[in-house]
């Protein structure tokens, strides 16, 4: 049984910083692209960023480029997602979700596995 559990949220001032992590059990982590989402109130499910099995290949929400870095670290079977410069319209439940396949991707559908998601707020 695949298992991905997220941590690291909270409540932090517009410009602040949070680092997201998703643990993530019960399948070869590794062999696997990664992608974060989001949802906030009254809104549909939103992509943030996607990593490729390797990590050499990452992509990004428009809305967040520049600001958000997604990396992983197959040794611990953990994906992060390091939020600076935040802004309240961050606000939201962050989802870590596993891919189908190997490749980055942005669309939910090709994500067969999802955490329960991470509280984010972002104050002005």
């Known amino acids: 049984q695949v298992q991905l559990v997220e941590s690291g949220g909270g409540l932090v001032q517009a410009g602040g910083s949070l680092r997201l992590s998703c643990a993530a059990s019960g399948r070869l982590f590794s062999n696997y692209a990664m992608g974060w989402f989001r949802q906030a109130p009254g809104k549909e499910r939103e992509f943030v960023a996607t990593?490729?099995?390797?990590?050499?290949?990452?992509y990004y929400a428009d809305s967040v480029k520049g600001r958000f870095t997604i990396s992983r670290d197959n040794a611990k079977n953990t994906l992060y997602l390091q939020m600076n410069s935040l802004k309240p319209e961050d606000t939201a439940v962050y989802y870590c979700?596993?891919?189908?396949?190997?490749?980055?991707?942005?669309?939910?559908?090709?994500?067969?596995?999802w955490g329960q998601g991470t509280q984010v707020t972002v104050s002005s």
């Open positions: 979700a596993s891919a189908f396949g190997a490749t980055p991707q942005r669309a939910s559908y090709e994500y067969g596995y």
């Open positions: 990593i490729s099995w390797s990590g050499m290949a990452t």
